[in-house]
T-cell receptor, first 115, second 107 residues
């Protein structure tokens, strides 16, 4: 009963390095999301994918790219990491297109530190 | 002004107490979500509601659409209820999150 699985759980990067956060869901959901969570702030949407083959920017997309590899997988890439990208990243999915009427399922989070 | 406001930001209670966490929002919504986040852990959906009231075990969530307000109640609180509780509203195709209420229940 995996739900939403994201890797890695923890990562330390040097400024300028690149990395990819992986996310997979096994619930046959159409929509997937990447959020970041910073102290004192609510979850903020980085990118989302309403359905396989589509991606759209969220509130804070700068410095990130995404790929919806297939219906199950949605990856987040940091091309040139900056200290401002130190955060906790959450992948999530919902059965249907983005909106508030679907239960949202989250991964366990990825703690990323950029030094 | 934040579109989703939660109160209180922090809450400490003794085991067994009745707890209320409030959420007010300023936008039109399709649904409201209550989420739970344990320290160092993932985020779990507790409730999704668009009207009235829902109950799961010791947790009760209510919403008043006219007043744009929702409450999450925990009856007979327990230390394992210690977590951050997050309110989120679905609006215009997206979710808007509150900053969370950190609850600590002491034995």
């Amino acid at each position: 009963n995996a739900g939403v699985t994201q890797t890695p759980k923890f990562q330390v990067l040097k400024t300028g390095q690149s990395m990819t956060l992986q996310c997979a869901q096994d619930m046959n959901h159409n929509s997937m999301y990447w959020y970041r969570q910073d102290p004192g702030m609510g979850l903020r949407l980085i990118y989302y994918s309403a359905s396989e083959g589509t991606t759209d920017k969220g509130e804070v997309p700068n410095g990130y790219n995404v790929s919806r590899l297939n219906k199950r997988e949605f990856s987040l890439r940091l091309e040139s990491a900056a200290p401002s990208q130190t955060s906790v990243y959450f992948c999530a999915s919902t059965p249907q297109a983005p909106g508030g009427g679907n239960t949202i399922y989250f991964g366990e989070g990825s703690w990323l530190t950029v030094v | 002004k934040n579109e989703v406001e939660q109160s209180p930001q922090n809450l400490t209670a003794q085991e067994g107490e009745f707890i209320t966490i409030n959420c007010s929002y300023s936008v039109g919504i399709s649904a409201l979500h209550w989420l739970q986040q344990h320290p160092g852990g993932g985020i779990v959906s507790l409730f999704m509601l668009s009207s009235g009231k829902k109950k799961h075990g010791r947790l009760i969530a209510t919403i008043n659409i006219q007043e744009k307000h929702s409450s999450l109640h925990i009856t007979a609180s327990h230390p394992r209820d210690s977590a951050v509780y997050i309110c989120a509203v679905g609006s215009q195709g997206n979710l808007i999150f509150g900053k969370g209420t950190k609850l600590s229940v002491k034995p």
